[in-house]
Structures are given as structure tokens and as C-alpha cells.
């Protein structure tokens, strides 16, 4: 195995497991590194999907107990059928677009330029919301898991169809949207997490198998080495969030989507980097 190509799987899976469960989107920035440390193995798409599957390993590791709980009470636990039906409802919206649309957003969204523009436009929405939150002396109407409606589920599951625009960020559409909706910061957090179960090994799942010929043996071994930096990122990112959104408001996200974006945009505009190569 290449050591340099080693380094930078080792890299891109470290950014993946960090940024995945945080509303600085995990594509946007995925796309940007590959770009700078120009990252081309022979799967890419079975890349993605193993540092993907990394991240999510880590939350089914974090939520064990709860997984387990739902599982052995999926057949006469009202509380844990009301979730998973939840998670099911608040998923459809967003597969069912990503089916309709993803070889058109790929086509024409994914590039350097086009995250840096959604990160902004994202984080001048976190600020708007966290300023409509502040303004409102905001109660939250949805303080637990197991007072999420179904119809709360269903607003999340819509708002979480503007995530397939690459850089808008997947948890930061689910989270923030949750707080939009009358979350509160934690509900809405946790819910996001269980919601990427199915939404991100459904995706992976889609992205694989589309991607079933270009499968390298050669390239296990860098599946593997991002896979562990995944998991073990993505595993004490979770852990800080939870603590994080106890007493804190998503603002410092904001601000770092806009001048990340803004420093694309303007190293672009200037001719400093040509992120079109």
C-alpha cells in the first residue's frame, strides 16, 4: 500500500468521522479535501462508502443500549415502535429524492465551488434561526425523543431533502430544522443521529452498488485504513456534541461555514487556487 495514499485516506477519514454528525457538512468537505490532496483511488464511490459506514458504526456503537432496546421491543413497545415509525417516515422523503436526483446533483452540484456557495447560504441560515430562537425567548415544544410526532418527523424528513445539495450538510438540515420546528437542541440532535442510520447506509448502500464495477482489491487496504479513522473520529464527535448542545447554540458553526465557504469563493475569485482542475 502506498504510504502517501495511505496518509491521505487516513485524512479523509478523519474529516469524515469529525464532520458527519456536525452541521458543517460532511460531502462539502469531503469534496473539498479530495480536491486539495488530490485523492484518486480506483473505487472512490467504495471509499466514501466505507468511511460513511465508519461514521455510523460509531453511532450504533454509542446508542447500543438504545438499539437494543428498540429491537427487543419493536413488537409490543409503543414507545420504541413510535420511534422507529418516526425515523421510517422522516427517511422517505429524502430517499425517494435521492433516487429521483442524485445523477443530476452529482452531474451538476458536485464540485469545490458549489459547496463553498451552499456552506455559506447554510450558515447565514443557522444564524437567522438561532437568532429567531434567541428573539422568541424559545420553549421547546419536543424535548425527548419519544415526543417526536409524526408529523414533526415528516417536516424533518422534508427538511432533510435540501442535504442531497452538496455542502448544505445533512445533519445541519435535520438539526437545524428540528430547532426550526420546535425542538429542542437535544431532541433535535439525537434524533438527527438515529435518522443517519438508515439514511446514510441507505445512500452508501445505492452509492455501492452503482459502483459495483469499479471494485479494486488493491484498494481494500485503504478502505480499512479510513474505515477505523472514521469510527474512531466519528465516535468522539458524537460523544462531544451531546455534551456540546446542552449549553451551547450552533453559531460557531455558522461562522465557520461562511468564512470556510467565503475563503473558497475568494481564493477562487482572486485566481489563487483553480478549484476546477
Avoid at 427517511?91 to 452529482?106: R, Y
Avoid at 450558515?123 to 408529523?151: F, K, Q
Wanted: hydrophobic share 55%; glycine share 8%.
Amino acid at each position: 500500500m502506498d504510504l502517501i495514499l495511505a496518509l491521505k485516506a487516513l485524512l479523509l477519514g478523519i474529516v469524515e468521522g469529525l464532520t458527519e454528525f456536525l452541521p458543517i457538512s460532511s460531502t462539502g468537505h469531503l469534496i473539498v479535501l479530495e480536491d486539495l490532496v488530490r485523492f484518486r483511488p480506483g473505487s472512490r464511490e467504495a471509499f466514501i462508502v466505507a468511511i460513511q459506514a465508519g461514521a455510523i458504526l460509531a453511532v450504533c456503537w454509542e446508542y447500543r443500549a438504545r438499539l437494543w432496546q428498540i429491537v427487543r421491543g419493536l413488537l409490543h413497545d409503543k414507545t420504541e415502535q413510535r420511534l422507529v415509525l418516526n425515523v421510517v417516515i422522516a427517511f422517505t422523503p429524502a430517499a425517494i429524492a435521492g433516487v429521483l436526483m442524485k445523477s443530476v446533483i452529482d452531474r451538476a452540484l458536485f464540485s469545490p465551488l458549489t459547496v463553498a456557495a451552499a456552506l455559506v447560504v447554510g450558515g447565514l441560515i443557522i444564524l437567522w434561526v438561532e437568532h429567531l430562537h434567541a428573539a422568541r425567548d424559545y420553549h421547546p415544544r419536543v424535548n425527548s425523543l419519544d415526543e417526536i410526532g409524526p408529523l414533526d418527523a415528516l417536516k424533518i424528513g422534508c427538511a432533510q431533502c435540501f442535504a442531497l445539495i452538496p455542502g448544505t450538510s445533512r445533519s445541519g438540515a435535520t438539526i437545524i430544522g428540528g430547532i426550526l420546528f420546535g425542538f429542542s437542541r437535544t431532541a433535535a440532535t439525537q434524533f438527527s443521529f438515529f435518522l443517519a442510520i438508515p439514511t446514510v447506509i441507505g445512500a452508501s448502500v445505492y452509492a455501492l452498488f452503482k459502483a459495483r464495477h469499479e471494485l479494486q482489491s488493491a484498494d481494500v487496504p485503504l478502505f480499512v485504513v479510513g474505515f477505523v479513522a472514521a469510527f474512531v473520529a466519528a465516535l468522539l464527535c458524537v460523544r462531544w456534541v451531546l455534551r456540546y448542545v446542552s449549553n451551547h447554540d450552533f453559531r460557531p458553526f455558522a461562522w465557520y461555514r461562511i468564512v470556510f465557504g467565503g475563503v473558497i469563493l475568494l481564493t477562487a475569485y482572486l485566481g489563487w487556487v483553480n478549484w476546477a482542475d
